[in-house]
């Protein structure tokens, strides 16, 4: 662990308003989050195993595991996934992510195509990647739990802890219109009530594995265990660069004034017109 | 009769095909037909080193003497070309170019880039992310 136990605050929250005269003093307790870090906290940062540097997916893995340890889809979610198969194979992919919103999870650790990084600070880990307007997972490692009803987003509220040199993550909150993606083209929203535990840990020195066990009840029939493959760029010279989805979508113009500025790239038929690109505001 | 010919005749066969997507967003590659390689030759009209994919837009002469076609050919992110060994001024407008690539399934100028020759400055890049699963290359 990073951090010690949780630390605690009772917190003593007087409602007097001033018309009910009320002297009644509910106790509420509030869990003190985000602690400020003492020399001991950033020392033990040292012991943790050394995660530095860029990781890149193991694509061809990615689509190997697809049929190794295939998704237990519902009957009726499996119709689904069957029709965007085919989709995909007469070559009218759905594009699940083309509107540029997260990949979030878990779909960001099963098909991603991008690399990420971590980064180690007291209390926390961060996971960095390119895409999306710059992907980024915070994990707790406080020893705080879940919210009670935290408000759902893209990648969840994670809280994790060690054990060993094994990163264990809890993930709840998901959206549930987070898809649940085996490709860019083949997914299902989880439709809400996903949870996600992973271990991540070194297989060796430079390849990071995801064990993911991914329940998502309203889709899946069981608890769907998978594992997914980061390896570090060996020669260390690249680093993670901003990755904004919808810059795509702009070219680069300047306009009566001659300031730089972002026009659309206009599309027809589902692709961008090429002509378009010929006029400036 | 060349490549480009020969995809053209083959594009007209099938007629237009739409697909339902912005081709810049990040989406699946099944919309180019990775079991047929098409080569152009042409000159650069603009190098769009942005994410979620880079796209190169070519000029090629085409019927119209006045007025060329214009294809665009995706590629991956800037950040897996960097590591690839790309950089935003590889290909620069009026490069001539050779391209290697994957055409679009609907019969539109487009594709997925598959290597290009940059004849201007001789040197030749390659789009695969997989090149980089080989142990030792980074």
């Known amino acids: 662990m990073v951090r010690g136990a949780m630390n605690t605050l009772v917190v003593l929250a007087l409602f007097a308003g001033p018309s009910s005269g009320a002297a009644e003093a509910p106790a509420t307790q509030a869990t003190v989050i985000n602690p400020p870090p003492g020399a001991a906290d950033w020392a033990a940062l040292a012991k943790l195993p050394d995660w530095s540097g860029v990781w890149t997916p193991f694509i061809s893995d990615q689509n190997r595991r697809i049929k190794a340890d295939p998704v237990p889809w519902r009957p009726e979610v499996a119709e689904q996934v069957k029709a965007l198969e085919a989709e995909e194979h007469a070559g009218r992919p759905k594009g699940l992510f083309a509107d540029c919103l997260p990949e979030g999870m878990p779909s960001w650790m099963l098909i991603s195509h991008n690399a990420m990084e971590f980064l180690f600070t007291p209390g926390r880990i961060s996971i960095l990647g390119e895409m999306d307007a710059n992907r980024l997972r915070r994990i707790y490692t406080d020893g705080r739990a879940h919210p009670p009803d935290p408000d759902p987003s893209f990648h969840g509220h994670s809280i994790g802890r060690w054990e060993g040199q094994t990163l264990v993550v809890d993930t709840v909150a998901v959206l549930p219109e987070s898809y649940l993606a085996v490709s860019e083209a083949v997914g299902i929203p989880n439709n809400g009530d996903l949870h996600v535990v992973e271990r991540f840990h070194l297989s060796e020195k430079d390849v990071l594995h995801d064990d993911l066990e991914i329940t998502a009840p309203r889709i899946l029939t069981r608890t769907w265990k998978t594992t997914r493959i980061w390896f570090r760029q060996r020669a260390r010279k690249y680093d993670i660069v901003e990755g904004v989805c919808l810059q795509g979508f702009y070219a680069e113009r300047k306009d009566a004034r001659g300031n730089a500025v972002f026009v659309p790239i206009p599309h027809a038929d589902g692709n961008p017109v090429p002509e378009s690109v010929k006029s400036t505001p | ?138």
């Open chain 2, 1 to 138: 009769m060349s490549p480009l010919l020969r995809f053209l005749a083959f594009a007209g066969i099938v007629g237009v095909v739409l697909t339902a997507l912005p081709a810049d967003a990040h989406h699946s590659f099944a919309m180019f037909d990775f079991t047929r390689t098409v080569t152009i030759h042409g000159t650069v009209k603009e190098f769009q080193w942005t994410n979620p994919h880079v796209v190169l837009w070519v000029n090629v002469p085409g019927k119209d003497p006045q007025k060329p076609d214009v294809w665009w050919l995706e590629m991956t992110s800037p950040g897996n070309l960097t590591r690839g060994g790309w950089n935003r001024k590889v290909l620069n407008t009026d490069d001539k170019v050779e391209v290697d690539l994957n055409p679009l399934r609907n019969g539109n100028l487009g594709g997925a880039l598959i290597k290009v020759k940059n004849e201007t400055t001789g040197q030749t890049y390659s789009t695969d992310l997989r090149d980089m699963e080989r142990p030792g290359l980074h």
